[in-house]
């Protein structure tokens, strides 16, 4: 019951969805923490606010938040979207950093495990809800109607050419970010497979996992596809005897198969099979229907992306910026990649200051790592956080992922902070 309960925290505060009466999720993850607290311990812990690696966090979000805001000011664009951001990511961080007591409570020596394994599920839950919301009307409509007007807005905008069935997840951010965090999600699951003797996530619950974190990035967007990537990349590095491994999830495989087929063909209807084939397939594989088509492996946004969205662009603006959007100013054309984006708001400075900013998720816990790199578990972890943040820097390259996404850097620091707990934790117990 209580590990429900976590799983159902991290979900309320990482995809931040809009609720009646609470205003949204994050507020109910609150209310729920603090009535256990309240409930088990007599009192609210604030334990986590204190350390080092939070603290250090939050205060880089209010300074990064106050320096974009000196931009804009000072270029007299007035372009505050990327100041609210982070501040919904402060409240967001914050709500996530004040249920660490309860997520992790009395097993701080596997707390790195434990945030693997609950993103893992949260994941796994929102792809199941948001492949219910695909196949059943009815659960589809009632997630399209509690989401924010803009983004219904947006979709039934025909000049958007946004597809539907990608509004059906329990989320408030269901474009760029969300198959990002998916991303995130499937290299945290591959880092628990490389665990020796791991408990968590094991025999055909781990398929299951698997399959959703992958039906999930299908139905919101391919650029989760990045983050099974490097998942793969991180564990073929380091498994101990990949053709063995391989062959024994083939094998495995070939009897999760079968069941997901007579699924596919006995329980969907004629109508949801073509749906899923003209619809789901095509969108999450364009890439490998164009190339199966032309020759070329390529998809629309991709091709979108560096032949329209990235163009020269003056000195001073590289150097200085204008503090405007980059996506409808009085300077440049229509662009929505990340790099570009950040150089026509600040130039190279506030290019710099985001990098730094999200470095900062990672310095620690990567330099960590490295002290025990005697220690194979030591390297993989090295790898697996600059994974992640080499991850996050080719996501820029298509939209503005630096620093501000929400889902992400919730993860992010999820991650962080309860690998450095399990650390001191481990090393005050080689000391005890």
């Avoid at 270029?75 to 950093?97: D, K």
């Avoid at 945030?115 to 994941?123: D, R």
Wanted: glycine share 6%; charged share 15%.
């Amino acid at each position: 019951m209580k590990e429900a309960l976590k799983v159902t925290i991290i979900f309320l505060i990482v995809f931040n969805f809009k609720m009646p009466f609470l205003y949204n999720s994050v507020v109910l993850a609150g209310l729920l923490t603090g009535f256990y607290y309240l409930y088990t311990r007599k009192s609210i812990p604030f334990t986590y606010f204190f350390f080092r690696y939070n603290a250090g966090i939050l205060i880089a979000t209010i300074i990064f938040a106050v320096i974009t805001t000196a931009i804009t000011v000072f270029h007299e664009g007035f372009y505050f979207v990327t100041v609210m951001r982070l501040g919904v990511q402060f409240y967001m961080i914050s709500a996530l950093i004040f249920a660490l007591p309860l997520i992790i409570e009395d097993r701080e020596s596997e707390a790195f495990e434990l945030a693997c394994k609950y993103i893992c599920y949260a994941f796994t839950v929102q792809g199941f809800i948001h492949l219910l919301g695909y196949l059943i009307p009815e659960v589809g409509d009632f997630l399209m109607s509690i989401k924010p007007e803009e983004i219904q807005a947006a979709i039934k905008d025909p000049h958007k050419n946004i597809d539907l069935f990608r509004a059906y997840a329990l989320s408030g951010s269901i474009f760029f970010e969300l198959p990002s965090a998916y991303g995130v999600a499937f290299i945290a699951f591959m880092r628990l497979q490389l665990m020796e003797n791991q408990k968590y996530i094991t025999g055909y619950m781990r398929y299951a996992v698997f399959t959703l974190i992958v039906v999930g990035i299908m139905l919101t967007g391919r650029v989760g596809f990045v983050g099974i990537g490097f998942g793969l990349l991180l564990y073929f590095l380091f498994v101990a005897d990949p053709i063995v491994i391989l062959a024994r999830f083939t094998k495995r495989a070939l009897l999760f198969i079968p069941a997901i087929l007579a699924i596919y063909f006995f329980v969907l209807s004629p109508a949801q099979q073509h749906s899923f084939e003209n619809q789901i397939f095509k969108f999450a594989f364009e890439a490998f229907y164009n190339y199966s088509a032309t020759g070329h492996l390529s998809t629309s946004s991709t091709n979108t992306t560096f032949y329209a969205f990235y163009f020269p662009i003056k000195d001073d603006t590289i150097l200085f910026g204008h503090g405007i959007n980059g996506r409808s100013n009085e300077f440049y054309t229509f662009t929505d990649a990340g790099y570009m984006r950040s150089l026509i708001f600040g130039g190279v400075f506030f290019l710099i200051c985001q990098i730094i900013y999200q470095w900062l998720y990672f310095m620690r816990p990567v330099a960590v790592a490295r002290a025990n790199k005697a220690d194979k578990a030591g390297r993989i972890d090295r790898a697996f956080f600059i994974i992640l943040f080499v991850y996050i820097l080719v996501l820029h390259v298509k939209d503005n992922a630096l620093g501000v996404q929400h889902l992400t850097e919730v993860l992010f620091l999820f991650l962080g902070c309860t690998y450095l707990v399990k650390h001191y934790n481990l090393l005050d117990e080689s000391k005890a």
